[in-house]
């Protein structure tokens, strides 16, 4: 279960990491049921930023409504930018797109390249899991920083570590696989065998989700 201060302390989160704000436009036709959904309709609420909905996703529809609306964000899933790579189409109608937003599953990293020399906007990734409201990481806004394939850094007031499957105490090195831990106060009410109070403090107040 995800209670108000769970979402609304996600959604001021991640308008924080992408820098969002009253001026700019969004294009949304992700479904509104999925938590994805919900963390972007949110978020552009509460920083008053407009929206753009389309009953359904069509690519060419899309390209006009981001030429019309001066779409600045275009939130999509890695299937999208497959096929935005592959399309024998002119995506000059994005030049107003600051940046093109992938969750859901993982981002493909050759035609997140091929789609990258495609447009004047930069593609980043993010990763998060419902019982975290959703968001945990974001690739930062800065350029420089952008790495396709990444799913970034731990948004504000998030803290992460990969533990050993076998014991679950301890740390892994570098390019070893492990659970994932999260510190966040953003974490959900209940969720099952999933959820577990710290056993010690872990730098800040909340629940250590185990995945």
């Not at 201060?5 to 969004?26: E, H, K, P, W, Y």
């Not at 394939?149 to 948004?155: A, N, T, Y």
Request: charge should be neutral; aromatic fraction near 8%.
């Amino acid at each position: 279960m995800l209670s108000h201060r769970n979402l609304v302390s996600n959604n001021l989160q991640f308008n924080s990491c992408l820098g969002i704000t009253i001026t700019d436009v969004a294009l949304l036709f992700l479904p509104f049921y999925h938590i994805y959904g919900v963390m972007l309709t949110g978020s552009f609420l509460a920083c008053g930023g407009t929206q753009v909905m389309m009953e359904r996703f069509d690519l060419m529809k899309s390209l006009e409504l981001c030429e019309k609306h001066k779409v600045t964000y275009y939130f999509a899933v890695p299937p999208i930018i497959i096929g935005m790579a592959n399309a024998p189409v002119d995506l000059g109608k994005m030049a107003t797109v600051k940046f093109i937003f992938s969750g859901a599953a993982p981002m493909p990293v050759d035609p997140a390249r091929r789609l990258q020399e495609k447009i004047p906007g930069h593609i980043v990734q993010g990763y998060g899991l419902t019982e975290a409201s959703p968001l945990t990481h974001s690739q930062p806004r800065d350029p420089e920083l952008i790495r396709l394939g990444s799913i970034g850094l731990p948004i504000h007031n998030t803290e992460c570590k990969i533990v050993d499957i076998e014991t679950g105490t301890q740390e892994v090195a570098p390019e070893n696989r492990g659970n994932c831990w999260y510190a966040v106060p953003r974490l959900c009410k209940a969720t099952g065998m999933l959820l577990k109070r710290p056993k010690t403090p872990y730098a800040m107040a909340g629940y250590i989700l185990e995945i």
